[in-house]
C-alpha cells in the first residue's frame, strides 16, 4: 500500500500579534501560534484540541490564508500557501465556521451565500443555479430555501447552508472551526453525520477543530493536542484516547469524563490560572498548571519527540514507542 | 402609539410634505417668486391688519409673493441638503470604509485626514472660497459637500471595524471574493442603517449652514429664494413687520426639526429591523 499523500504540510508556522499594552508602556508581542509543525494526511480527518485562547482559531486562520505567517511556511497540496492567489485557495480550501449566525450575511438571500464562490470564479448565470441548487439538495436543504434570508432559518439550517458554500466549489480541504458547538445538542449530531457523507462522497480532508473531546474521539482520525501555541501531543485518535502521554491531554481527558461533558469549555481541573500567551512561562510552557511538574521543567524547554506515529513534548514522558502498544 | 413613533411620524409627515411641495412648486405657488410688485410692498400675512388678498404671507419688501418665495425656498433647501449629503457621504463613506478595513497604515491616514478636516473652519473657508469664486449655488454645494464628511467618515469607520471581523467576512473572503466585492457588498450592506442616520444629520446640517451662509451673504446669491437669504434680506424690516423674519425661520425650523426627528425613527426602525 502507497502511503496516502500529504495534503496539508505546515512547517514551524509561527502567528506573532503586536498589542499596544498602554500609551507608555509600548507594545507587547502575542504568541498566538508558536512553532506549529503538523502533516494532515488526504483524505483523513485531522483534529486540533485546545483550551479556548490555545491559537487552534488562528492556526486554523493560518491554514486558509486568511492570516499571513509571521514565519514559517504552510503547504497545501504541495504549493505554498502564500504564493496561491486568493481564487486558487478558494478551489483547493474552505472554510465552516463556529457560529452560522455571524458566517452568513444577513443582508444576501441563500442563493447569493451559496453561490457567493461561483461568482468569485466568474460563475454565474444558470450554472451557478443550477450548481447551489444541486449543493442545497445535497445538504439536505429544500430548493425553496434558496430565496430566503438567513434570519427565516433555524441555526442547523443556516449551519448546512455553510457547509453547501463550503462545498460548492468542490474544494478538496475543508477547515471546520467548531462547527458544532454553536448549535443545539440534538442537531450537532446531524451535522457531524452530515459532514461525515460528504468526506466519504467527496473524498473530503478535514481539519477539525474543536475543544469538545467527544466530537473529536467521534470524527477524528489523528488529533493534535495544542496549548499556548504550540502542539504539545500528536497522536492517531484512538492510542491519544488510550494512552495519553502528555500531562496536559490527561487533564483534558479526564474532564470529558466529568458530568456535563462537551458543553462549553471543559474545566481542565488544572486551576483557572490560563498563561497569557504575551508572556509564556519559561521551559516547559505547561509547567505552571502541570501537575507532574519536576525542577527542570521550569528551565529546560522540551523537544518534540517522535516516535510510533506519536509525537509528544513533554521532558517526563516516556518515549513514545514504549507508550504505544500498537506495533507500527 | 408610543410618542417615539409618534415623533418619527411627525418627522415623516414634516419631511414627505416638504418634499413633495418641493417638486411641485411650480403648481402650488399661486404668484411667480421673482416677480416684484413696488406698490404692494410689505403686504400683512392673513392673520394680521393690512392683509391683502391673494397673498396669504404677505409680500416682501419687493412686493414679491412671501409664500411663493417660501415655496421654492423649501426647493432649495432641500436639494442643497440631498447634494451635500450625497457629496459628502461619498467621500466620507469612501475615507471611513477604507481606514476600517485595512487598519494600519491606511487608517492611520484616514485619521490624520479626518482630524484635519476638523481643524478647519468651516465658515471661514466657505467666506474665502466665496471671495475667490463667488457665490453660486454650486459653491455652496460644493463648499459643504467637500467639508461635511467627517462624521461619515467616523461612523463608517468605527462600524467597518466591527463588521470586519464578524465570520461572514472571513468566508467571504475565503471564498475569493475581492476586496471591491467585499466592501461593497458584505460590509455596505451591514453599515448603511448607521450612515442613513447619519445622513439625516448631515442634511439637517447643511441645510442650517446654507442658512446661515445665505444670511451672512455667502450662500446662494440674490434673487433665488433661498430661506437664509430671506431671513437676511428682512433683518432690515424685523421691527416693524417682524412676520417677514418670522415666516422663513419657522419653516426653517420646522424643516430641520422633521429630519431630526426622521433621522431618529429611522434609526429606531432600522435597529430593530436587524435585531429581528
Known amino acids: 500500500m502507497t502511503k496516502p499523500a500529504i495534503a496539508i504540510d505546515v512547517q514551524d ?26 502533516q494532515v494526511r488526504e483524505g483523513s480527518c485531522f483534529g486540533i484540541v485546545g483550551e479556548s485562547g490555545c491559537g487552534k482559531s488562528t492556526l486554523a486562520r493560518l491554514i486558509m490564508g486568511l492570516l499571513p505567517l509571521s514565519s514559517g511556511d504552510i503547504l497545501v497540496d504541495g504549493q505554498r500557501l502564500s504564493a496561491m492567489d486568493r481564487k486558487a485557495r478558494a478551489r483547493l480550501i474552505q472554510p465552516v465556521f463556529q457560529d452560522p449566525f455571524s458566517s ?26 443550477t450548481r447551489v441548487a444541486e449543493m442545497l439538495e445535497r445538504v439536505g436543504l429544500p430548493g425553496a430555501i434558496a430565496n430566503r434570508q438567513p434570519a427565516q432559518l433555524s441555526g442547523g439550517q443556516r449551519q448546512r447552508v455553510a457547509i453547501a458554500r463550503a462545498l460548492v466549489l468542490r474544494p478538496r480541504i475543508v477547515v471546520c472551526d467548531e462547527p458544532t458547538s454553536a448549535l443545539d445538542v440534538s442537531v450537532q449530531a446531524q451535522i457531524l453525520n452530515l459532514l461525515a457523507d460528504l468526506q466519504a462522497e467527496f473524498g473530503l480532508t478535514y481539519v477539525f477543530i474543536s475543544h469538545n473531546l467527544a466530537v473529536v474521539e467521534h470524527v477524528c482520525d489523528e488529533v493534535a493536542v495544542m496549548y499556548l501555541g504550540r502542539i504539545v501531543e500528536h497522536a492517531p485518535t484512538a492510542e491519544l484516547f488510550e494512552t495519553p502521554t502528555h500531562p496536559y491531554t490527561k487533564a483534558l481527558l479526564a474532564s470529558v469524563l466529568t458530568p456535563e461533558p462537551g458543553l462549553g469549555i471543559p474545566d481542565v481541573g488544572l486551576g483557572d490560572a490560563y498563561p497569557d500567551p504575551a508572556n509564556i512561562p519559561t521551559g516547559c510552557r505547561f509547567h505552571p498548571r502541570c501537575p507532574a511538574g519536576q525542577p527542570p521543567c521550569i528551565t529546560e524547554t522540551p523537544a518534540p519527540r517522535f516516535g510510533a506515529g506519536r509525537m509528544v513534548e513533554c521532558l517526563l514522558a516516556p518515549p513514545p514507542s514504549t507508550a504505544s502498544v500498537s506495533p507500527v | 402609539m408610543n410618542l417615539r413613533r409618534l415623533f418619527a411620524l411627525l418627522g415623516l409627515l414634516i419631511v414627505g410634505s416638504t418634499a413633495i411641495i418641493a417638486v411641485f412648486a411650480p403648481y402650488l405657488t399661486p404668484h411667480d417668486p421673482f416677480l416684484q410688485n413696488l406698490d404692494g ?40 441638503g440631498t447634494l451635500v449629503v450625497i457629496c459628502s457621504g461619498l467621500i466620507g463613506t469612501s475615507l471611513g470604509v477604507l481606514g476600517g478595513y ?32 463667488g457665490s453660486s449655488f454650486t459653491v455652496v454645494v460644493l463648499t459643504l459637500g467637500l467639508l461635511l464628511w467627517e462624521r461619515f467618515a467616523v461612523v463608517a469607520r468605527t462600524t467597518t471595524m466591527q463588521v470586519r471581523n464578524l465570520d461572514y467576512v472571513a468566508a467571504a473572503q475565503a471564498s475569493g471574493a475581492s476586496t471591491w466585492h467585499i466592501l461593497l457588498r458584505e460590509i455596505l450592506p451591514n453599515i448603511a442603517h448607521h450612515l442613513v442616520v447619519v445622513a439625516t444629520l448631515e442634511m439637517a446640517l447643511a441645510i442650517l449652514l446654507e442658512a446661515a451662509l445665505s444670511f451672512l451673504g455667502l450662500g446662494v446669491p440674490s434673487p433665488l429664494p433661498s430661506w437664509g437669504l430671506m431671513i437676511s434680506e428682512a433683518k432690515d424690516y424685523m421691527y416693524f413687520s417682524p412676520w417677514v423674519i418670522m415666516i422663513p425661520g419657522v419653516a426653517l425650523f420646522v424643516l430641520v426639526l422633521g429630519i431630526n426627528l426622521l433621522g431618529d425613527g429611522l434609526r429606531d426602525w432600522l435597529g430593530a429591523a436587524r435585531d429581528a
Not at chain 2, 110 to 126: D, Q
Open chain 1, 13 to 38: 508556522a509561527k502567528r506573532l500579534f503586536t498589542q499596544s499594552a498602554g500609551a507608555f508602556a509600548g507594545t507587547r508581542v502575542v504568541r498566538a501560534v508558536d512553532g506549529v509543525s503538523l
Open chain 1, 104 to 129: 452568513l450575511n444577513p443582508r444576501h438571500s441563500i442563493a447569493d451565500l451559496v453561490g457567493l464562490p461561483l461568482t468569485a470564479q466568474g460563475i454565474a448565470g444558470r450554472e451557478r443555479g
Open chain 2, 41 to 80: 410692498r410689505m403686504a400683512a400675512p392673513f392673520w394680521l391688519e393690512g392683509t391683502v388678498p391673494g397673498h396669504l404671507f404677505g409680500t416682501d419688501q419687493l412686493g414679491r409673493d412671501y409664500l411663493s418665495r417660501l415655496i421654492y425656498g423649501a426647493r432649495i433647501s432641500l436639494l442643497i
Open chain 2, 102 to 133: 485595512f487598519g494600519g497604515r491606511i487608517d492611520a491616514v484616514v485619521m490624520f485626514v479626518i482630524t484635519c478636516r476638523l481643524a478647519i473652519p468651516l465658515i471661514l473657508v466657505a467666506l474665502t472660497v466665496v471671495s475667490f469664486v
